[in-house]
């Protein structure tokens, strides 16, 4: 494996819909979390994972993640 038979760019509005189709087929991050956490003002107890939550954290250039794609021929 080389790296360029990956792409790496931000996650952002332009790559949200392809991480969140990641997150929902494997079932979340860790069980079904969407990973707030870290953002201590979004500390809240949800009983289902709330992934607009990210998207609006997302908006507001609070994440510092990156999707990185898998760009090889299957």
Do not use: Y
């Not at 250039?61 to 990185?68: A, T």
């Amino acid at each position: 494996m080389t790296i360029d038979q990956f792409t790496i760019k931000p996650l952002d509005m332009s790559t949200w819909n392809a991480f969140a189709r990641l997150v929902e087929a494997n079932n979340g991050i860790f069980g079904g979390c969407w990973c707030v956490g870290m953002h201590p003002e979004e500390r809240t107890h949800l009983d289902a994972p709330e992934p607009h939550r990210e998207q609006k954290l997302d908006r507001v250039g609070k994440h510092r993640w990156v999707v990185v794609r898998d760009v090889a021929p299957a």
